[in-house]
């Protein structure tokens, strides 16, 4: 069982950085990969980023890359979302996900555990 609590969340301009961070309980939080994913109003939760359990492997959704970067420190139970050069598109409720296993995937059935999300708000 694993626990996720998000923070960082806020309003920035465009063009600016927000970073999010991912604070998960239990002893077992090396052996997941993790995940961000958002969803704007209106919209379907989404796909963002993900980090397998080793960090050996991530995944982006297309529009991020090269803006966002996942990271995970397993000594501190903490997965995080450094999002730069952002847009007003970004702006959604972000979600950190976790499933067991090493292998990363991009779906949002296949994650087991979720935090409540953080707002990310843009301006133009």
């Known amino acids: 069982q694993v626990q996720l609590v998000e923070s960082g969340g806020g309003l920035v301009q465009a063009g600016g950085s927000l970073r999010l961070s991912c604070a998960a309980s239990?002893?077992?939080?090396?052996?997941?990969?993790m995940g961000w994913f958002r969803q704007a109003p209106g919209k379907e939760r989404e796909f963002v980023a993900a980090i397998s359990s080793n960090t050996y492997s991530t995944s982006y959704a297309d529009s991020v890359k090269g803006r966002f970067t996942i990271s995970r420190d397993n000594a501190k139970n903490t997965v995080t979302l450094q999002m730069n050069s952002l847009k007003p598109e970004d702006t959604a409720v972000y979600y950190c996900?976790?499933?067991?296993?090493?292998?990363?995937?991009?779906?949002?059935?296949?994650?087991?555990?979720w935090g409540q999300g953080t707002q990310v708000t843009v301006s133009s």
């Open positions: 239990g002893r077992t939080f090396s052996s997941y990969t």
């Open positions: 996900a976790g499933r067991s296993g090493v292998i990363v995937f991009t779906t949002r059935s296949t994650y087991e555990y």
